[in-house]
């Protein structure tokens, strides 16, 4: 039976330990539910059981060996290749072991190495973007219109035809709806509208070389060399060009949210509280003097907000002392006024097997001037009497309605984060501003993906030191020691600096889809790690000295590293530079695995042996190693090879 070796147990325990979140769960009714989808790297053991019992069978019948009758017979082109490329791979072992060992000689370099790749790792992380979730070219677009308070259904109405004629003149619209009356963000009004705005698909959207070398200037850094044809954001960009043109309308563009339940649109959304309990036009000339100073920073393209106390409005006095006198009660006076003028809900009808609701309210006409006022009555201990003797109206200017926010009078402001920065840079530009223009008793708070943003934050950084916890004392119980698991856990700061730099150079956010590759890359990392621990361990165990053990340990593992690390690789670069829906993340995803793998295996390589040779002396001084009696041919014959008739009491430890 095949034994199971110390390193696949360790690989298998590690990968199987590490926890990968692939998805979020959706939140319902504005609740969001901050579980991930949560699965373990389960195909790595289903793969290591595979190479336990099926392949071993399979390599046994199809790696038959050589019978002497084909010894002699003429190799073929694969053949051949295959025998000049073992020839090229044994020298570069053998010049990649001679480099290791000029590394353990200068231990001091392996020190400094270890000290630059945490520096490394630390600088890269805090110079790099943050995010929770990037927002990607769904193919559906929104705009909100909102028009000067008071401005009737028919204006609206001309001025929604206006906007949809030059929708209609963009190329890469399909189609597009208009909801007349109603806002997404401001809600319903006279003065209000929606439109809803579908893209033509990706591949109608042309986009040239020249675009794509402008979009690598103008911010997007190497990955505009890959950008989508003509993304949903330069649309926007079209969208707001086109229709500036139109005085008094205030137009918000924007894409849907990526989780839906939390907010109507991408981009940061907050609000404005008034904790004083003030006038509402103070607070609201507050409010445009903090959004004109945010509009004033480079990380927003635009902060604006559908709040406006400027709605004309009649303030109605009851007459009290009269109304009592004539037998009737203000409550009384009010609940006509809302039956004709505002409408009110009375019952229900059933008619062709559904269910309607019964509304009253007074016609249009008659509720076009305070003279209606006369015309409606409510009873009174003389008989009917119009509200008018009870009423006098007096105009006012007042918002539509008025929102709170954690029971504070509050303003909701939507901004959209200007091109290369990302929502991280923006919360921290609303923190900063906040702390400049906000008078006392006014404060903010964020809401929707900005908050779950806002809160994640503090919990990430304790989420991968508990990974690292956890992979330290898997291997602490795999080699019965606090001391050689250091060698695999150092080497991992490597990749991680590694896949903050790629993230960085390809222009994308610190997010969700970064932080499932560090998961990813540790699991990783600390397998090849353990690949090289383990074997020169294995040498160790058999009386070869320390030094030896890692170099031949180390050159043992190369080829299954780097087959294993560059196939990684290659098979991510189509995710790294993918395109279509999704784009954003799966970029984000594949540059950060590539940049961790790459230029971690390359350090972890030649730093990994000089850190094995360093705390396995430590843990020997602390605890002898006990050599095992049986003598190891094999490893005898490969130490041979290596040193070439070097004095047997130098590369052997009775």
């Known amino acids: 039976m095949n034994e199971i070796s110390g390193a696949i147990i360790s690989i298998t325990l590690v990968m199987s330990a590490v926890f990968v979140p692939v998805s979020f769960i959706g939140g319902t009714a504005g609740t969001f539910y901050r579980e991930f989808g949560v699965t373990m790297a389960v195909s790595i053991v289903i793969s290591a059981l595979n190479a336990l019992t099926l392949s071993p069978a399979l390599c046994a019948m199809f790696l038959k060996p050589h019978s002497k009758d084909e010894e002699g017979k003429k190799l073929s082109l694969v053949d051949r290749f295959h025998a000049a490329f073992n020839v090229q791979y044994d020298k570069i072992n053998k010049k990649y072991q001679k480099g290791v060992e000029n590394i353990i000689k200068h231990s001091v370099v392996a020190g400094a190495s270890v000290v630059v790749g945490i520096v490394a790792l630390v600088v890269s992380m805090s110079f790099t973007k943050t995010g929770l979730i990037p927002d990607e070219d769904t193919g559906t677009l929104f705009a909100m219109v909102s028009l000067p308070p008071g401005t009737s259904q028919v204006e609206t109405q001309k001025v929604t035809d206006q906007i949809d004629a030059m929708l209609a003149s963009n190329p890469y619209i399909e189609r597009r709806e208009q909801i007349v009356g109603y806002n997404f963000l401001a809600g319903q009004g006279s003065d209000q509208a929606t439109f809803i705005i579908k893209l033509k698909p990706f591949a109608e959207r042309e986009y040239g070389m020249f675009d794509r070398i402008k979009a690598v200037f103008s911010g997007a850094g190497i990955a505009g060399l890959f950008i989508d044809p003509t993304s949903s954001n330069m649309v926007l960009g079209m969208i707001y060009k086109q229709t500036s043109s139109i005085k008094g309308a205030k137009i918000i563009a924007f894409g849907p949210p990526m989780v839906s339940g939390f907010a109507m649109s991408n981009g940061l959304t907050f609000s404005l509280q008034d904790r004083t309990g003030g006038d509402l036009n103070k607070f609201f000339q507050i409010a445009q003097d903090y959004l004109k100073a945010l509009g004033e920073r480079p990380e927003f393209s635009r902060a604006l907000t559908t709040y406006n106390p400027n709605y004309p409005q009649y303030m109605v006095d009851v007459d009290v002392a009269k109304a009592k006198q004539a037998g009737t009660s203000p409550a009384a006076i009010l609940s006509v006024l809302q039956g004709y003028y505002g409408g009110m809900y009375a019952s229900n009808f059933n008619a062709y097997g559904k269910l309607f609701r019964v509304m ?241 295996t390359l350090c972890q390589i030649f730093i990994v042996p000089a850190l094995f040779a360093f705390f396995q002396y430590l843990q020997e001084r602390i605890k002898p190693l006990v050599f095992e009696d049986e003598d190891n041919k094999d490893a005898a014959k490969e130490l041979e090879q290596y040193t070439k008739g070097a004095p047997r009491d130098y590369v052997i430890e009775e």
Do not use: W
């Open 360 to 600: 009253i309210q007074g016609t249009p006409e008659s509720r076009m001037s305070e003279a209606g006022l006369n015309s409606i009555y409510v009873r009174t201990t003389n008989g009917m009497s119009p509200v008018g003797e009870f009423c006098t109206l007096k105009r006012v200017y007042g918002p539509s309605n008025i929102a709170r926010f954690n029971l504070f009078t509050s303003i909701s402001v939507n901004a959209t984060p200007a091109e290369g920065y990302s929502s991280g840079q923006a919360i921290k530009a609303v923190e900063e501003v906040a702390k400049e223009k906000l008078p006392q008793g006014y404060s903010y708070d964020f809401s929707g993906l900005t908050r779950s943003e806002q809160e994640s934050s503090n919990s990430t950084a304790m989420i991968f030191v508990l990974c690292i916890v956890f992979v330290y004392l898997i291997l602490s119980a795999q080699y019965e020691s606090y001391i050689l698991p250091l060698a695999v856990i150092l080497s991992i700061p490597f990749g991680l600096a590694g896949a903050f730099i790629f993230t960085m150079l390809f222009g994308h956010s610190n997010d969700v889809y970064m932080q499932i590759s560090l998961i990813m890359l540790i699991g990783l990392l600390a397998k090849n790690a353990i690949l090289i621990v383990q074997f020169a361990l294995e040498r160790r165990q058999t009386g070869m000295a320390i030094k030896y053990a890692a170099i031949l340990g180390a050159g043992a593992r190369l080829r299954p590293i780097l087959m294993t690390s560059l196939a990684m690789i290659i098979g991510l670069l189509p995710l790294m530079f993918a395109s279509g829906v999704g784009r954003n993340g799966n970029q984000t995803l594949g540059a950060s695995a590539v940049g961790g793998m790459l230029i971690g």
